[in-house]
C-alpha cells in the first residue's frame, strides 16, 4: 500500500505547480466572532416547528395544454430574523416568504405547478463571499440566486442553471411539470460561486411530490407525517450564524463547513410531542457539508421506506441511517410500545432532538406494507456508454485544497458530457481525493451499482482503473433510485443513468457545497441523437 506522501504526485495545471491528492482534514477556517458552544443552552425547549404549507397565489395557463389554469405560487427570498432557540437572540437569516427552511410546496404526480422565485434578497450579503471563486467576480452583483428543484425532472429553462442568476429586484417563473413517482424532492439556491452562503443563510424548502400508488399504501399521513430537515450550523455568542473564514489569506472559502449546532426545521434540539403509533418521518439533509449517522437513544428500530427519488422495493428494518448532503430518507417509526418515554434522535453521540410519547392517542389505521414500489434493477448490458470521470482535490503548496474538480476540468471548459436522451449510461466515479463526495445529476434518476477499491496510483499515470478489492454492493438504504450518491474515498463508485426526461443543459456536481461553489460542479448537456449516431 502506498502512503499518503508517497502518493502525493507534482503535476501541472494550468501553468501552475500545485500538488494533486490531500491532506486529511483540509481547509476549516476560523470563525469571524467568538464561537457559541450550543452544549452549554438547554436542550429540548423549543418545540419542533413544521414548515409551512404553501398556498398559490392563483392560476396560470399549462404551458403544456392551453386549455386549464395550473397553480401559480409566488415564493419571495427575502432577510428574516428567526429564533433557533429559547435562549438566544432572534437570528439573522435568509428565507422564502418569512420562513427558513421556507414553506413546503405539496403537489401531485401530473399536476404541474408554476413557481415565480422572487429575489428580494438585500443587496449586500452577510456572509463572507469570495471574489476569486468562479462567476463570483469583482464584476458580479454581490447578491445574487436562483433557484433549483433538487430531484426534479424539469426543462432546462425552469432548472435553474447557476449561471442564470439574478440580483434583487429581478425574479424568475420556472414551470414544473411533475410527471415523475411520488418523492420528497426539494428546493434551494444555485447561484454561481455563492450557493454555500446562500444556503447557509438558509435558502432551501421542500417539495412534496405525491401519488396515486403512495395514496393506496396507508401510511401515516397528514399529522403523522413530519418533514425532518437536518444541517448543522455555526452561531457566535450572540445567536448570528458564524461562517468560517480560510486563515490569513486573501480569499476566505474553506474547504468544507462541519458546524457545531445542528437543527432540525430550523430549530436547535427541538423536542416533539407524538402518539404511541406509527409516524412516517422525511428526513433531509441540508448540511453544507455534513453527513449524519442517526441513532435512537433506546436503540429502537425503526423502517426504512424510501430515499431520494421514492420508494424502496420493501421496508428495511434498522436502527441507525447515514445520510449525506442532498440526499433523503422515508422512515416509519412506531412509538407504540414507548408510551410516556422520553427518545433522543443523535447524531453519532450528540443529540440532535427529542420524541416525547404521550400516554395515549388516536387510534392507528396505518400499515407498514410488506412491500412497496417494485423497482426493476437495469442491466449493465443496457448501458450505451461507461464514462470514467475522476473526483480530484487540487492542493496549494502549503498542502491545502485549492480547487475541487471534476475529471480535471474546470466549470467554464466546454461540455464533455454529452449523453444522448432515452439512452442508459454507466458513470464511474473514480474518487482520487480522502473525502466522501455526495455526486448529484441534475434532472435524471439513476441506480447505484457497486463501489470498489483501486489503484491510485495507477489511475494518476495511466487513468485506467485496476481493482483492488472486490466490488461492494450498495448498503439496502442506497438500493431505490437515487439522486444524489456517495462517492467514496479510494474507491470508483457506478451508477447506472437513464437519460430520460428533456434534453438540454444541465449540470452534475458534487453536494459539498464548498467544493460545488470551488469547480466541482460541471455542465453537462443531454443531445437528441442525430441520424448519423442513432443506433439500433
Ligand atoms: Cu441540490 Cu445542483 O443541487
Ligand atoms: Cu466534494
Redesign the pocket.
Known sequence: MLSRRQFLVKTFLAGTSLMVGNMPGGRQGIALRPRLNPGLLEPFVDQLPIPPLAQPAGHRLDPLDLTRAIPFYLFAMREIETKVHRDLKPTRMWGFQGTSPGPTIETRRNKPVIVEWVNQLPTRHFLPVDRHIHGAGADKPEVRAVV?L?GGRVPAKSDGYPDDWYPPGKSASYFYPNTQEAAMLWY?D?AIGITRLNMFAGLFGIFFLRDDFEEGLNLPRGRHEIPLVIYDRDFDTDGQLNYPVAPASASPWISEFVGNAILVNGKLFPYLEVEPRRYRFRILNASNGRTFHLTLANNQSFHLIGSDQGFLSAPIETTSIVIAP?ERLDLIVDFADWRGQQIVLRNDAVPVMQFRVLKSGTKDTSKLPLGLRPISKIEESKALKTRVLSLDEIDDQTGNPAVMLLNRTHWSMPITEKPELNTVEIWSLVNMTEDVHPI?L?MVRFQLLDRRLFDMLQFQTSRTVHYTGPAVKPDDSELGWKDTVRALPNMVTRIIVPFEGYPGRY?W?C?VLEHEDNEMMRPYEIVIPTERTKHG
Open positions: 433549483h433538487h434551494h444555485h442532498a448529484h441534475h449540470v456536481h453536494h
